[in-house]
């Protein structure tokens, strides 16, 4: 899968996006420091610069980000180009354990995002689509690295350039939610705080999913998430709703194989278990190569004492082929399975 | 000798060996040349006795009490060391298990192998998001390396899952299950809540050993939850969990974790007086002062 199907209008828009200013052109023989230049010339190959040594097996990657933000734009030619490899530093420096790399994340993006908006000398442009699928993209690296305070920041810094983009204002709901996260274990019937709940916070967390449902675009994405939040806040009974009137759109399996997820979790912990057998059997329609829907009915099926099928379950499991794929597994991270596709798609804009 | 860990409702298929009763006091030649009779009630329960982290050995059914519901058992026969063994070993390959760490497992599976006896085996598992089986049940010594030669590191842990996939996949009835699963992290990604994987292991034929890479602080609240969990599903099956240090020797671990298991009893009882279905409570004792009895705290009937 490349795209989930909710998401695809603003990359449609994304792909047929000519920008004039996009000319064609390879990087420039302006004299660089040879690393930010052989990661230049890596990144006009279409290699992915996290695989690179120069950023994979230095031991100062603080330093080597520092000289990549202060020796310019590779691509003088084509600004842009230089704004989509500052996506994919943004990456490297967000899967870095290093703390002085951390230090630099607000540098990479503020750089990175001026150079994704052009012209960058005053007055400052509209933003256009290219503009709104780097902020997005620069959103998405930041959810699945779990770092919801400079993602916030992000979101912030996208809805002041793109201000009527709904995935943002669901972004923000998503990493306010992670930003604060809640988790009670349903055992027995009864709910055990882990992450207790902070009312407050917990109000916000909603507010903000109640902002993405006034939205076509994201109403049953901000349903579904808001369901599975108050599931983890073990208000069961009230998640229910938000899916049962969540109008989940036909055509996006990828959401309606969550949604019947979340419903069977919600389901089992009421002890409603006939019923979560089915939800999760709804979401194996909905996407059959869905590794949690399997293990979720296997688990359903050894708690009805059904062996058979549960042993049947767990070797269709572990015998899945190699590009099954699952939407349950990037769920929490927001938008960031969509991080290479976005980045991919700007690449191309940028040659 | 025809055993399903657990329940034994598959027994009669496995016809080639049948149990006696009244075997309460089965000597050390009993032990050696177990004769049983086929049941399809027959429960069997792996029960490891300790004395300051010794195995106590000699130990006969007389020695041993057993109640299932409260309601206390005849101990038919016993087994020390000779049933044979199938090892599940479900390894952690998420993005942070890299470089000498992935190198370590490697080498550790391969010193395991060695360890195992000509009728025992060996299956290998590999979990980030997903789950796979890179090598099926085999006596083969040589086979790890290959199925781990491709593993490489990526993704989020779906632990959770993982554990039950394992748990879950059956053993032949006459054979002993220890699932063995390394991870250096916590759940990421499983849909699996604690509760569905409680109620899978206590219905579960198989022993859990966790082998834990201990995590650096702080130590949040999830991950306290996480290894509470953990705790509990190693304590629900009879198991062990084992936390390493960073750069400790994890061969020796997975190492004792088998030797551990291996030196453990098989209790067999018919359950009476106990109605013949859903999950039964088990209670184990072993009639001697100051050892450590270790065995699964439930059995869920077919």
Redesign the interface.
């Known amino acids: 899968m490349t795209f989930s199907l909710r998401s695809s209008n603003f990359l449609l828009t994304l792909a047929f996006c000519l920008l004039p200013c996009l000319a064609s052109g390879q990087s420039t023989s302006k004299p660089f420091p040879p690393t930010v230049r052989s990661l230049a010339d890596a990144f006009d190959r279409g290699d992915r610069l996290s695989n690179m040594p120069e950023l994979r097996q230095t031991r100062d990657l603080p330093g080597v980000i520092r000289q990549i933000l202060s020796a310019g734009n590779p691509w003088p030619s084509i600004p842009r180009r230089e704004a989509v490899f500052g996506l994919e530093v943004l990456a490297v420096a967000l899967a870095s354990d290093d703390a002085g790399v951390q230090g630099e994340l607000p540098k990479i993006a503020d750089y990175y995002a001026a150079a994704a908006r052009r012209p960058a000398a005053p007055p400052v442009p509209s933003p256009d689509t290219f503009e709104c699928g780097w902020h997005w993209a620069a959103i998405a690296a930041f959810e699945g690295a779990y770092r919801p305070v400079p993602a916030l920041a992000e979101v912030d810094r996208a809805l002041e350039r793109c201000r009527a983009e709904p995935r943002f204002l669901l972004a923000r709901a998503v990493l306010t939610d992670q930003r604060w996260?809640v988790?009670s274990?349903?055992?027995?019937g009864r709910a055990f705080d882990?992450?207790p709940l902070n009312a407050m916070r917990a109000r916000e967390v909603l507010a903000q999913y109640q902002v993405s449902m006034s939205h076509a675009e994201t109403i049953a994405e901000a349903r579904v998430r808001a369901a599975w939040y108050l599931y983890r806040s073990a208000r069961l009974a009230e998640a229910l709703p938000f899916l049962d009137n969540a109008g989940l759109p036909s055509a996006d399996a990828e959401l309606r194989c969550i949604a019947a997820?979340v419903r069977g979790?919600i389901l089992?912990?009421l002890g409603r278990l006939d019923e979560a057998t089915q939800a999760y059997r709804a979401a194996l329609d909905a996407w059959p190569t869905s590794?949690?829907?399997r293990?979720?009915l296997?688990?359903?099926a050894?708690?009805h004492?059904d062996?058979g099928e549960?042993?049947s379950?767990?070797?269709s499991?572990?015998?899945?082929p190699e590009n099954?794929i699952?939407p349950?597994?990037w769920f929490?991270q927001g938008d960031a399975h969509l991080f290479w596709p976005i980045v991919t798609s700007l690449r191309d804009l940028a040659k | 000798m025809t055993r399903q860990p657990v329940v034994l409702a598959n027994a009669i298929a496995l016809a080639a060996v049948a149990i006696v009763h009244g075997a309460a006091g089965a000597d050390a030649d009993r032990q050696d040349q177990p004769t049983f009779r086929a049941r399809t009630d027959l429960v069997s329960v792996d029960v490891s006795v300790r004395n300051r982290g010794r195995p106590v050995t000699g130990l006969e059914a007389k020695d041993f009490e057993i109640a299932d519901n409260g309601v206390p058992q005849t101990v038919l026969d016993v087994s020390y060391e000779k049933v044979p063994i199938d090892v599940t070993v479900a390894l952690d390959i998420s993005q942070s298990v890299t470089g000498s760490l992935l190198d370590q497992l490697r080498r550790s599976v391969r010193e395991l192998e060695s360890d195992l006896r000509a009728d025992d085996r060996l299956k290998l598992?590999t979990f980030n998001?997903?789950?796979?089986?890179v090598m099926d049940f085999t006596s083969d010594r040589s086979a790890s390396d290959a199925a781990l030669s491709q593993a490489t590191a990526s993704?989020?842990t779906?632990l959770l899952?993982a554990l039950?996939?394992a748990l879950?996949?059956?053993v032949p009835g006459d054979r002993r299950h220890l699932v063995m699963l390394f991870s250096d992290g916590i759940d990421?990604?499983?849909?699996?809540?604690?509760?569905?994987?409680?109620?899978?292991a206590a219905?579960?034929t198989a022993t859990i050993g966790f082998v834990l890479l201990a995590l650096p602080p702080p130590i949040t609240?999830?991950i306290t939850?996480a290894r509470d969990l953990h705790t509990r599903l190693a304590a629900e099956t009879g198991g062990t969990i084992v936390s390493v240090s960073p750069g400790r020797n994890l061969s020796e671990t997975f190492r004792r974790t088998l030797e551990e298991f291996r030196s453990s009893y098989v209790l067999h009882f018919v359950p009476s007086g106990v109605p013949r279905?859903?999950v039964h409570t088990l209670d184990v004792r072993v009639k001697r002062s100051g050892v450590d009895v270790r065995a699964r705290k439930s059995y869920?009937?077919?």
Request: net charge positive; aromatic share 6%.
């Open positions: 996260p988790l274990v349903i055992r027995d882990i992450l997820i979790r089992r912990g590794q949690s829907a293990v979720a296997m688990t359903m050894v708690a004492g062996r549960g042993e379950l767990a070797e499991v572990q015998t899945m099954a699952d349950w597994w929490w | 598992m998001i997903r789950i796979r089986r993704g989020g779906a899952d039950a996939v879950v996949t059956p990421s990604s499983s849909v699996s809540d604690p509760g569905s994987i409680v109620e899978v219905r579960s609240p999830a939850a279905s859903g869920g009937w077919r």
